[in-house]
Every structure is written in C-alpha cells, then in structure tokens.
C-alpha cells in the first residue's frame, strides 16, 4: 500500500499527486514539470506493528531450545533473564527489470560410431531469456551487533505512524544513496539469476528504480543464561518465528560427528582406490579421494566448532 502526497500545480492550479517514493512528476493539466522538494531525508519511513506478544516471543524461544544439534538439556537448563522488543530499521528498494540474458546450457548425448560404438560427448544448447519483473531488496540499515541478522524478516506488515514509543528504537547509520546503489546491484544480479541460464555469454538489464524507504521491524530479544554462560534469541514481531541466535552444542553430537565422518571418509577413500586398481580408472579414485577428505573436513568442522551453534537469519 503506497503513500501518496496531494498537492496543487503551482503553474495552473489543477491538483496533482506524488506516489510514495517520487520526486518528479509531470501535471496532467498543464504538462508542467514538478519537483519536490522540502524533504530532508528524501524517502518515506514505515513502522510495522508489533503483533507478537512477550508470551508468544518466550514460547518460540523454548521451541527453538529443543530443535537441531544444541545440548540436549538446553530446553530444561536454560533460565530465561530478558524478554524485549526493539525496533530495527531496514532500507527497502524496488526497481523494475527489463532485459535479455543470453548463454547456453550443456546437455550430455550419446551415439554411436562407424564401429557401433557408444561415445558420450557434451552439447551446448543456446538459450537466450528475456526478463520483465518487479523485484525488492532490503538489508538493515544499522550495526546489529552480535543479533546476527541482515535482511528484513518481510516487506509485509501493518503499517503505523513512525513514532517514538515505549520500544526502542535503533536509528540509521548508513546512507540512502548508498542502499539505492547497492539495492541497484543487487536486484539486476538476481534477475540475471532468474533467467536460469547456467551459462551466460552476455547480458543487458536495465533497472528502473521505483522506490526507495525505510522499515522500522519489530523484533523480540530474547536473552538467556546456561551454565552460567550468556546467549541469545532473536524472533519476528510479526509472525513470533524465531530469526537467529546462539545455543550450546552438545559434546556428544561433536564426538559423533567426528567418528562418524572420520569413518565415512576413510571408507569412501578406500573403495575408490580399490575400484580404481582393478578397473584402472584413476578418475575414480581421485573422485572417491576427494570426497572422503570433504567428509572428515566436514566432521572436523563441526567437531571444532560444534560447541556453539549459531542460526543467522536467512
């Protein structure tokens, strides 16, 4: 739902409109060019309503205690300290795409020779994509310190007065035109993206900018002691999912882990080499090699840092 601003022509007089986000604007009486102007920070601000209440932001956290790889008593030992809500800004930009996305895919064919026998060779078949969207990007527009979150949770929500209230709230510290530009880069990398060529030889998409603002989003801090050590919770105002966080990791899972991918891994390795002496394909073996070291590498990964796990907002 956009905001627009009424005005009169100062030209003719006839009555004249500016949509959320615009600058310029031509009357449809007279044809004069308008210019607003006036407007220090040069884009609209929206505030969501927190929907989610302290009881629904408690109970997502004590959800999210007994999911994934944490310490399997982390639901029963963790005391709770504070539950809050803050409001974090995100910039919001929306442009429109037009364009072409040209390149190739490869395709795997078989056939056969004068000896009838079966070769494989690779194919490229060209594609060429035209690409005609509205597309929105949205980042935040603060330091979030160690809440490990980056993009706005959503664009949707109930919009109310940008005001100063009981919640608190964190104020902006990157610029406009830098999010303009960097929400530019963004969406024409994501439609060239969409177009799905796995090859691309060329590309031209040009990007219309239709909107740039910001969103003030509600989010509940949740904050909790284990072992006498610190962590966090972060969840939607809005929906009461949780976003991201951190939580202890369980020893015995990083034990398993690490013998079980030191198994796995040392298997894979050597029935590859096996196979590839008695077939004599080295291809085999390297590819087998390869993935037995990506297994322990795995396994050594998460044994190494398996004693906290993070959840960073996706």
Known sequence: MGISLAMNCPQCGGAVSFNEGDRIDF???????????GIEKRYVTTMFRCRADRTR??????DWFGHGFKARDLKKVAEVREVYPIYLPFWRVRGRVAG???????????????????????????????????????????DPGDLLIHHAPSLAGEAIMHNDGDIPTF?????????????????????VSSANVPHVTFQKVNYV?????????????????????????????????????RAPGD???????LAGGASAGGIIAGLGAMFAIRMDSWE????????GIG????????????????????
Do not use: H
């Open 100 to 142: 072409w996305v040209c390149g190739y895919r490869e395709e795997t064919r078989t056939r056969r020779d004068s000896r009838g026998n079966v070769q494989t060779y690779t194919e490229k078949i060209p594609m060429e994509v035209m690409v005609l969207r509205d597309m929105e990007w949205s980042e935040i527009a603060c």
């Open 27 to 37: 009357c449809n009486y007279c044809g004069t060019s308008l210019w607003l102007s």
């Open 209 to 245: 900018q239709k909107y740039v603002g910001m969103v003030y989003y509600p989010i509940w801090v949740v904050r909790y002691r284990y072992k006498g050590r610190g962590y966090f919770l972060t969840v939607d105002g809005i929906t009461g999912q949780a976003l991201s966080g």
């Open 251 to 257: 020893p015995l899972y990083q034990a398993l882990a």
């Open 284 to 291: 085999i073996a390297v590819a087998a090699i390869a993935i």
């Open 171 to 191: 104020e902006a510290t990157t610029s406009v035109d830098d999010a303009a530009q960097k929400g530019k880069g963004s969406i024409q990398s994501s439609a």
């Open 295 to 314: 297994l322990l590498y795995g396994a050594y990964r998460f044994f190494r840092f398996g004693s906290e796990r993070v959840q960073e907002e996706k």
């Open 57 to 62: 932001a408690t109970s997502s956290a004590m």
